[in-house]
Every structure is written in structure tokens, then in C-alpha cells.
């Protein structure tokens, strides 16, 4: 290669430059293009960091806010003052200090005028300088402005060189690095901006808690953040609010980084006129522009997103916010006003990022930090002020001095000075007969006639005098750092004497996260669950009350090879605990299952809970929180299975919700979970068999095992074709039991026609059983206040008053509770609270008239409705009664608790007891 040949650049050695090893070519320089891409790259990202987006933590202001604010202050523009034309102040700021365009000053200009965006603002603007509806501010040559009374505070005793000048762009004028600033500006009005690899957000703060925050640190240098909290509670925004949960205030404050949940003050009030519910408005979050927000919630219910809202009104003013819902005749205010919270910007969040300029370099900041770096800047300011102001009174006491000496001496002075020719001859005739300084010399010829008066001597006797006791104060203050920190926290005081006011944002301290319970209205749902695993709730409001003996309405859709297994009742909050046929527990919130009608099918349960295809749900547990603890330790779940295997648990082993579910008891080959029931403890358990059979033994019979454990017997069956049907545990003696026949037939008996035997027992009988009643399938507890609804295996359900059925004895047939068609037969019954106002259906209701029961009713004597004498006597019980007697309580037959024991021995999961014992069940 030739010497005069150019290299490529990928040829060019590293570290190479223009200047050094690289050839240079006439006026070509060959560079590194990836390394000059950097340098230009770091060179601009610094400028935009330091020089626009990033605010100084000393002050709190970016470069451009800072120019605006001294540049206002220089042309006089202060609080007081006339306003001058924005166009004005614009063109100053940027013809002087600010070298780009003149919308980002004015915007920068309009941002510190609006009371919305600014918790204190710094310029009083006057005209349109825009709205909290997003509109714009009107051209700068149609708006005034002027500095707020607040802002003198930032720029106080600038002149006496207490902080660092710099050149401006063309190097003509001097402009401030950063304002003295006696207000805590970062804390209180906060910041946005975003700059090259980083952005910041600050919060603003109330300024008398930032005041009293910044004493309490002058006081206690150690103080913690922890500590510093109970002055600096919260963000304070200007558009109020409130501030929902602490845990990111705190998280903020403590490392710089947090979220803080805002949402709109709202109250609910009745419209006289129409007598409906309202909700109003009178504060939006921070940063929300109103009008894009009404219009977003206008179109969410219109889609149906948010319902129970007739009409949307903006009545806001000069006075205030004023967003105005007006409800629907049906609707919930407080649902409606958590589910504006949930799905709209009323309730939004800030996130705060602490980064501000320190010593010219970006850092993130905790509240402690804000405050140190505050103090210590306001601590330098001081001292410089205090050293320009003694060095000004040394001066002027120098001159005092000489000026009274010159007076003890006029004769000569005057004598001196009229013997010479011109005046820098008089200053040193002077300074050579005196020894009086330059200065000196120069304020003596200069001194009028006038100050020669006694009058005029007493006076500057006595300013020298108060300068020489000044001097000695700045010099205590220069070498105290305690008074220096005195002055510091007077000064602040007087910040919040004059600027201070109360709090615009409200805190709520005891918040915790949003739940969505919140928005969803506690009502009373029917749960139907069929033999094919579909699951559905339905409002019980759509089920009217018929008269007994009717024939009930459409349920369910449900296929022909589907039949319905349970219904039961539930609230919309309420934890439903789910029993398999295997013994496993899940857990389901009835505002998690699918709504439907009464006709429809539901959906498979399988979407909603991770049970296996060969297991079927077989019990529920209706419980209202699981998270008190109170509660869950002083209830106990009882699982009965077909065989008539019972098992006691606390609630508390169920109470951690797990996913895929936990082992409820174990179930022995052949056998399945059956019913479970939510006792106090003190409860009477009753079993009742398809036989017709039912026993009652005390709660305290079977005592609390583990919940892997298998249980102890309940009851004897009376063959192997013989199962349980279902499980009551009733509270006293006086209570009443309704017990159903799978062809329609039903009664109520009370508790105390069931005598109490030991259990394991055989029971006694419950109901006649015969082939017109069919076999028995359920059993429940009713008072006069129920409802007994039922629900047919080809998903017909009726609702029919309990007090429609009269009290009768133990061992009668009972009457027919629903006209069932060919084949059908009852799938399941449960009990719901009566209504105080039941709408009724006449076609349903007279469809079956009660006299047409009469044959029926009246058809066996053991099954007479005429007077209780005529009940089957006793005595037919009497092989029973010594069957009951005949067994001592059997011995507790339990598998697999591990707390639990086997005749005194203790066993271990998964254990088996004898095989006596076992075949008994």
C-alpha cells in the first residue's frame, strides 16, 4: 500500500484518534464510527439529563422552570406587581437563558400556573391557561402572568452570592445554577419528566407536613424514615382524593420506588325528584383528564361493562368537581360505585420514582434523602449569605469608623481640604495626616455639610455601633453550626406559617388491596349441581313459592342420561367447601360459578376445579370467611359416608385454600362420601338410611381426628343393599325434622320423638316406607320460617312453605310435596329462608288442589293424617328398640389419623383397624 493511500476504518487501530496515530488526509479524519456513536450518544443523553428533564434536588425545579422563575424575578414581575403579557416573559427567558423553542417555555410557563397540576403554584396566570378537561392554554400574546407570592421564597437573597452563577448560552449574561430556595419544592410539588435511560416521577407533598418533617430532622439528625413518617404521612395531591393502601407509600419513602393507589372522593345521596340513588363526585385522581374519563365510562355502559347507570352529568365549576351518576331504580349505589372504582380511572394509581440531580449526577431517592440533600443546601446558602452580609457591614463599619474620626476632628479636615487643589490631593493630605484608608478618604470628601450636626454624629455613632455588634453575631453564626441549623428551622417555620394549609387528599390507613367482593352484591343464589358434574347458581328470587302437592317449574336443561344431585343455597361471598365421593375437599366463591337461568344446564365443574374425571362432588359446606380465626377454631366439619362412617375435623384444617384440593377423610374400598356439616360443637347428629331408618347420638360421641383419618361408625346398616342419605346436626330438642321420600312424600317430626341412642346403633324408624313412597333420600332441618325446595331427577324443582306441613309422628308416610310425572322421582330437597313477600303463580298453584289428596293421605292406617292416637303404636318398634339398646357404643374405627387411636392404640396414616371392627360397618 502506498504511504498516501487512506486506511478503511475498520483498519484503524484501537485507541486511535484524529489527532494521533490516525492519518489525517487533507481535511478527511478517519474515525471509529462505534466509538463516536457512543461519545455523542453519552454526550446527549448527559445534556438531556442535566440540562432539561431531571429536576435538581436542591431546588426542585429543572433548568427551564429555574430560568423562568429568575428571569420573572429580574424583570419585577413579582407577587404585587402589575401582570405583563406572557409573550413578554416568554421572549425574555428565551432571548436571554433558555435557547430553544418558544412553546416548551411557554408550556413549562403554563404547567406552574395550573392549580390542578401544581400543589403550590409558582406563577399566577391570568386568561386560559388551559382546563382539567385537557383543553389547551390560549396563545401566549392572549395570556398574562405574574410570579405567586410563594415564589419570592425561591428566589430570596439571591443577590448576596448564595449560590453559583454560571454563563448563559452566548456567555453575555450570568444566570443561576440552581434558585436559594427556602420552600422544599421537589417535596411539595413533586415532578415528572423523562430523560435518556430514565425517567422520574415525584409526588406532591403538603407543605406544612414537608415543613414539619424537615424540624424533625433538624432536630434528630438520626432520625429514621419510619419516624419521619408520622410528619410526611403521604402524598398530598392537588386534586384531592383518596389514597387507598400504605404499603407503596411506605415502600416509596423507604426506597424511592413505590405505587400509590388514588381514587375520586364520592358520596351517595337521593335525588328528591325522582327518588333515586346518585352518586357524586367531587374530586378525580390526579392526572385524570375528566372529559376523556366521563366519555370512557359513558362507553363502558353502553357495552354493558357497567351497569345500573341511567345518566352521566359533568356539573363541575370554578367551585369545584362535580361528576354526577344518576342509578337505575334496581341498582346497588355501593356496587356501582366499587365497580367505577374497579374498571374506570376514578380509581387509578402514581408511581413514584425518586431520581432527581445530586451534585449533577441522577440518583434515586428515599424521603430521608430528599430532606438531607434539602437541608444541606438551604445550610450553604446561609452560610454564604452570612459571610456577603458581614463582609458588607465590615465595610460599611470601616467607612463608619472614619467618618467618625473625621467628625472628632472637622477642624482639620476641613482645614485639609481647603488647602487643596483638587480632591485626590485632599484624600491624601488626609490619609497621610490620619492614616484613613482610600475608602475612608473618599467617603469624608464626599460626607455633605449636613452630617457635620451633633444629631447626625449619634447616628453614626450608633450604626457603627449596631454593625460592630452585627459582625460579632456572624462570626458567633460562622462558627456555630447549631445556630446555623437554628436559622434553618425558623426559616422553615415561617414557610408554613405563611404557605402552609391543611391536607387535600384523605388517607385511608387500614386499606389493604382491592377485593373483588367489593363490587359484587352479597345475594342469595340457588346452587344446582347434576349427576354429570354441571354446576350453575341462579338467583333465588326467580324461584316463587307454589302450595304443596304442585307440580314446580322448569330447573334445569338437562340431558336425558343427566339427572340434578344437589341444590342448596348459598350467598354470593360465601366459600363453598366441595366433598368428592372420594373424599377430597375444593374449595369455590359462588361468585366464581357460572350465573344462569333456571332452564339452563350450567357449566362442567371440572372448568372450574381441578377434580379428576372419576370422582363426582357429593357434599358442601356453606361457610362465610375462612380467615377468622376465632371462628374456624370453634367449628367443626362432620363427613358421613353411604356405609355410615362419621368423621369430626376442625374447620381450621380446611381453611388454607389450596388449588388442586386436600384429602377430607379417607374412604374405605366400596364405600363413598356421602354429606358433611358445619357444627359449633355442641350439636345433635342424626343419620338417616334409605331403609327408613334414622339414629341420634350427641356430637360429643365422636371427637375431632385429622383430616386424613377415616372415621369411627355412625350407624349399622340394616343390609348391604341398606346406605345413609343424608346427615342433620340440630342444635335442641325442639327442633323439627323434615324427612323426603324419593316418589313425593314427605313430613316433619320433632327432635324428641327421636330418642338418643349410643352410636352405631341401628336407629329407629323415620318414616313408613312403602311401595307408593319409595325409599327415602333426604333428611333436613326446617323450622316454619323455611322453604323446602326440591328438585326432580329430570330437573323440575319446586318451592313450597314448610309451615304447609304439619307436625306429625315417626313412623308415619307423610303427605305427597310434588305431583311427579311417570318415572320421575326426587333427585334432592334443601331448605331456604321464607321470603317476606312470595309472588305466586295461580296456574302452578291450583293445578294440584289439596282435596285430590285426601284417598291417598288416608290410605293405610299407618299412615293416617287423623289424630296422633291413631299413629302405628310403639309397640310395633319394640324388636328395634332393644337393637338400639342391645349395642354399647362401638368402638371408634378410624384409618389414618395420625392424632387419633384404635382401642387405646395410636395408628398411623393409612392404617387399618381389625377386621371385626371394620366388617361391622
Known amino acids: ?47 438531556v439529563i442535566v440540562s432539561r428533564a431531571l429536576p435538581d434536588v436542591r431546588d426542585g425545579m429543572k433548568p427551564v422552570q429555574r430560568r423562568i422563575i429568575y428571569t420573572m424575578n429580574e424583570m419585577g414581575i413579582t407577587a404585587g406587581t402589575s401582570f405583563k403579557k406572557s409573550a413578554r416573559i416568554v421572549g425574555e427567558v428565551m432571548g436571554k437563558y433558555h435557547p430553544h423553542g418558544d412553546s416548551s417555555v411557554y408550556g413549562a410557563m403554563v404547567h406552574l400556573a395550573q392549580p390542578w397540576a401544581m400543589r403550590y403554584m409558582l406563577v399566577d396566570g391570568q386568561g386560559n391557561f388551559g382546563s382539567e378537561d385537557g383543553d389547551p392554554p390560549a396563545a401566549q400574546r392572549y395570556t398574562e402572568a405574574r410570579l405567586k407570592r410563594i415564589s419570592n421564597e425561591l428566589v430570596a437573597d439571591i443577590e448576596k452570592d448564595t449560590v453559583d452563577m454560571q454563563n448563559n448560552y452566548d456567555d453575555s449574561l450570568q444566570e443561576p445554577t440552581v434558585l436559594p430556595c427556602r420552600v422544599p419544592v421537589l417535596l411539595v410539588n413533586g415532578t415528572t419528566g423523562i430523560a435518556v435511560g430514565m425517567a422520574t416521577n415525584m409526588a406532591p407533598h403538603n407543605l406544612s ?46 426506597t424511592g420506588n413505590g405505587r400509590v393507589i388514588i381514587r375520586g372522593e364520592a358520596t351517595i345521596e337521593t335525588d328528591e325528584k325522582t327518588d333515586r340513588s346518585q352518586i357524586i363526585f367531587t374530586s378525580i385522581p390526579y392526572m385524570v383528564n375528566k372529559a376523556e374519563m366521563i366519555k370512557n365510562i359513558a362507553a363502558s355502559v353502553s357495552d354493558g361493562k357497567i351497569t345500573g347507570i341511567s345518566d352521566i352529568r359533568d356539573e363541575s365549576s370554578r367551585e369545584g368537581i362535580r361528576v354526577v351518576f344518576d342509578l337505575k331504580k334496581e341498582a346497588v349505589a355501593n356496587v356501582v360505585l366499587n365497580k367505577l372504582y374497579k374498571l374506570t380511572p376514578l380509581q387509578s394509581s402514581f408511581s413514584i420514582n425518586n431520581i432527581a440531580l445530586v451534585h449533577g449526577r441522577p440518583r434515586l431517592l428515599n424521603l430521608k434523602d430528599i430532606i438531607v440533600n434539602f437541608v444541606e443546601h438551604r445550610h450553604e446558602v446561609i452560610l454564604r449569605r452570612t459571610r456577603f452580609d458581614m463582609a458588607e457591614a465590615e465595610r460599611r463599619a470601616h467607612i463608619l469608623e472614619g467618618l467618625l474620626i473625621a467628625q472628632d476632628h472637622i477642624d482639620e479636615v476641613i482645614a485639609i481640604i481647603r488647602a487643596s487643589k483638587t480632591i485626590d490631593e485632599a484624600k491624601n493630605n488626609l490619609i497621610a495626616k490620619f492614616s484613613f484608608s482610600d475608602i475612608q478618604a473618599q467617603a469624608i470628601v464626599e460626607m455633605r455639610l449636613g452630617q457635620l450636626t451633633g444629631l447626625q454624629r449619634e447616628k453614626l455613632q450608633q450604626e457603627f455601633d449596631d454593625k460592630k455588634k452585627f459582625i460579632e453575631w456572624c462570626k458567633q453564626l460562622l462558627s456555630s453550626e447549631e445556630m446555623q441549623f437554628d436559622i434553618i428551622r425558623q426559616e422553615t417555620l415561617e414557610v408554613k406559617e405563611k404557605y402552609g394549609d391543611e391536607r387535600r387528599s384523605q388517607i385511608i390507613m387500614d386499606s389493604h388491596d382491592f377485593k373483588i367482593e367489593d363490587m359484587i352484591a352479597d345475594d342469595t343464589m340457588v346452587i344446582t349441581i347434576s349427576n354429570k358434574g354441571y354446576i350453575k347458581r341462579t338467583p333465588l328470587v326467580q324461584y316463587r313459592s307454589q302450595s304443596r302437592g304442585g307440580k314446580g317449574s322448569k330447573g334445569s336443561n338437562l340431558r336425558s342420561e343427566d339427572e340434578i344431585d344437589h341444590l342448596f343455597v348459598a350467598t354470593m361471598h360465601n366459600y363453598l367447601l366441595l366433598f368428592t365421593e372420594q373424599g377430597k375437599c375444593y374449595w369455590q366463591r359462588v361468585f366464581d360459578i357460572p350465573e344462569g337461568d333456571r332452564a339452563s344446564k350450567g357449566r362442567q365443574i371440572s372448568n372450574l376445579i381441578n377434580i379428576s374425571q372419576d370422582d363426582n362432588i357429593k357434599a358442601y359446606l356453606n361457610t362465610c370467611d375462612l380467615k377468622d380465626e376465632e371462628y374456624i377454631k370453634n367449628h367443626y366439619v362432620i363427613l358421613c359416608t353411604k356405609k355410615g362412617i362419621v368423621k369430626k375435623t376442625t374447620l381450621e384444617a380446611y381453611s388454607n385454600v389450596r388449588t388442586k384440593g386436600v384429602n377430607a377423610i379417607t374412604v ?27 339414629i341420634r347420638f350427641p356430637e360429643a360421641k365422636t371427637r375431632p381426628m385429622g383430616r386424613t383419618a377415616s372415621g369411627v361408625r355412625g350407624i349399622k346398616l340394616a343390609s348391604e343393599q341398606d346406605e345413609v342419605v343424608g346427615m342433620i346436626c340440630v342444635s335442641g330438642e325442639d327442633a323439627n325434622v323434615l324427612v323426603v321420600s324419593e316418589n313425593g312424600y314427605g313430613k316433619r317430626t320433632l327432635v324428641s320423638e327421636y330418642r338418643e341412642t349410643n352410636r352405631g346403633g341401628k336407629g329407629v324408624k323415620t318414616i313408613n316406607i312403602t311401595e307408593k313412597t319409595g325409599a327415602l333420600i333426604g333428611i333436613e332441618e326446617v323450622t316454619d320460617n323455611d322453604d323446602l325446595m326440591i328438585i326432580n331427577k329430570s330437573g323440575i324443582i319446586i318451592r313450597t312453605p314448610v309451615v304447609d306441613l304439619r307436625v306429625q309422628g315417626r313412623a308415619t308416610q307423610g303427605v305427597r310435596l310434588i305431583d311427579l310425572k311417570g318415572k320421575d322421582s326426587i333427585a334432592s330437597i334443601t331448605k331456604v329462608e321464607k321470603e317476606e313477600i312470595v309472588e305466586s303463580e295461580v296456574p302452578e298453584v291450583s293445578e294440584a288442589p289439596e282435596v285430590l289428596e285426601a284417598p291417598e293421605v288416608s290410605e293405610a292406617p299407618a299412615v293416617s293424617e287423623a289424630p296422633e292416637t291413631l299413629e302405628a303404636p310403639e309397640v310395633l318398634e319394640t324388636p328395634e328398640v332393644s337393637e338400639a339398646t342391645e349395642a354399647p357404643e362401638a368402638p371408634e374405627v378410624e384409618v389414618g389419623d395420625t392424632n387419633g387411636s384404635v382401642n387405646g392404640s395410636e395408628v398411623s396414616d393409612g392404617e387399618t383397624t381389625n377386621s371385626e371392627e371394620v366388617s361391622n360397618g
Not at 432520625?223 to 383518596?242: C, N, R, S, V
Not at 400504605?246 to 419513602?253: F, L, V
Not at 374400598?669 to 334409605?690: F, H, K, P, W
Open 668 to 694: 374405605r374400598e366400596g364405600d363413598q362420601l356421602l354429606d358433611a356439616r358445619l357444627t359449633d360443637g355442641n350439636s345433635i347428629v342424626m343419620l338417616a338410611l334409605r331403609s327408613g331408618k334414622a
Open 209 to 254: 407536613e414537608a415543613c414539619d418533617g424537615i424540624v424533625a430532622y433538624l432536630n434528630n439528625r438520626d432520625i429514621t424514615i419510619d419516624e419521619l413518617m408520622q410528619y410526611i404521612k403521604a402524598p398530598d395531591f392537588p386534586t384531592g382524593g383518596l389514597i387507598y393502601g400504605y404499603d407503596g407509600i411506605r415502600d416509596a419513602y423507604r
Open 1 to 47: 500500500m502506498e504511504e498516501n493511500e487512506v486506511k478503511g476504518t475498520n483498519d484503524i487501530p484501537t485507541g486511535s484518534t484524529s489527532t494521533g496515530d490516525t492519518p489525517i488526509i487533507g481535511n478527511i479524519v478517519p474515525v471509529n464510527i462505534e466509538r463516536h456513536m457512543q461519545s455523542a450518544f453519552l454526550d446527549y443523553s448527559m445534556s
